[in-house]
């Protein structure tokens, strides 16, 4: 299945979550509203095998966007090959977004960092202070 397809269904599964899908060069993003970032990373892993996170980083887009900070998840799936970007905005003056610790644990140092660096709180991270 091609990151395009997926980002589809992403859509017709949370369509109230769905901001944007972006493709640039076979690789695939998709701008989500933070409140069902859980469930749209559970059915994914659980539907499309995305059990490696690559990589999650925060953005700050600071007099840039309208919602300052983003959350960036790069989903792989090992078994199929699939890879997938996730950006979930959040807002400077809420700056929380829950944790996927849960879903997968290579996310422990990422909030860390991310929470060091930019100051959004995890929440439902179980050991969430400065790492740097």
């Known amino acids: ?7 589809n269904k992403i ?16 690789q695939v993003s ?8 859980i469930d749209i ?10 059990d490696y996170l690559k990589d999650l980083c925060g953005v ?11 959350v960036v998840y790069t989903l792989y799936s090992i078994k199929h090959h699939y890879m997938i970007r996730l950006k979930a905005e959040v807002d400077d003056k ?3 977004i829950d944790s996927v610790i849960n879903i997968w644990q290579g996310a422990d140092w990422h909030e860390r960092e991310c929470y ?4 959004i709180i995890f929440k439902g991270h179980p050991d969430l202070r400065r790492i740097l």
């Open 1 to 7: 299945m091609e990151p395009l397809e997926i980002a």
């Open 11 to 26: 859509k017709e599964k949370f369509p109230e979550q769905v901001k944007d899908i972006k493709e640039f060069k076979g």
């Open 30 to 37: 998709v701008t989500l509203k933070k409140e069902k970032i």
């Open 41 to 50: 990373c559970k059915w994914l892993y659980e539907e499309f095998e995305f």
């Open 60 to 70: 700050d887009y600071l007099g840039k966007k309208e919602v300052r900070f983003e």
């Open 94 to 96: 809420d700056p929380t």
């Open 116 to 119: 060091d660096m930019f100051g």
